[in-house]
Nanobody, 119 residues
Framework: EVQLVESGGGLVQPGGSLRLSCVAS????????MSWVRQSPGKGLEWVSS????????LYADSVKGRFAGSRDNAKNTLYLEMNNLKPDDTAVYFC????????????WGQGTQVTVSS
C-alpha cells in the first residue's frame, strides 16, 4: 500500500521559515517523481514544486521560486520542502504527491500538513 505522510507544518510569522517532510512507503521511492501541492482556503489546488529522481532536477512555481527548495533523501524515503521568507499568501495545506515522471498526473497523495503564515 502506498503511503505518504507529511509533517513539519505550523504557525510562523511572515519572513520566517519552515521545513516540511514527507515519508514515503509502499513503492520504490528512489525511482519516483514527487511533487508538493498546496491548497489555500477557498482556492483550488496549486502546484508548488516537483522533484524528480535526482534532487538537482527540480521545478518550482513562479510564486515560490527563490524562496522554497525541494529535496529528497532516497536512503530515508523522504521528501523535503524548505520554505524561507514565508508570506501570508503561502498559508495553505501542503500535500506531497507521487506523480508520473513525464506527465503531471498524480498517483497518490498524503494527508497534508497545515502551514499558517501570520503575525
Amino acid at each position: 500500500e502506498v503511503q505518504l505522510v507529511e509533517s513539519g507544518g505550523g504557525l510562523v510569522q511572515p519572513g520566517g521559515s519552515l521545513r516540511l517532510s514527507c515519508v514515503a512507503s509502499g513503492f520504490t521511492f528512489s525511482s519516483a517523481a514527487m511533487s508538493w501541492v498546496r491548497q489555500s482556503p477557498g482556492k483550488g489546488l496549486e502546484w508548488v514544486s516537483s522533484i524528480f529522481t535526482d534532487s538537482r532536477n527540480t521545478l518550482y512555481a513562479d510564486s515560490v521560486k527563490g524562496r522554497f527548495a525541494g529535496s529528497r533523501d532516497n536512503a530515508k524515503n523522504t521528501l523535503y520542502l524548505e520554505m524561507n521568507n514565508l508570506k501570508p499568501d503561502d498559508t495553505a495545506v501542503y500535500f506531497c504527491a507521487k506523480r508520473q515522471v513525464y506527465y503531471a498526473i498524480y498517483d497518490a497523495w498524503g494527508q497534508g500538513t497545515q502551514v499558517t503564515v501570520s503575525s
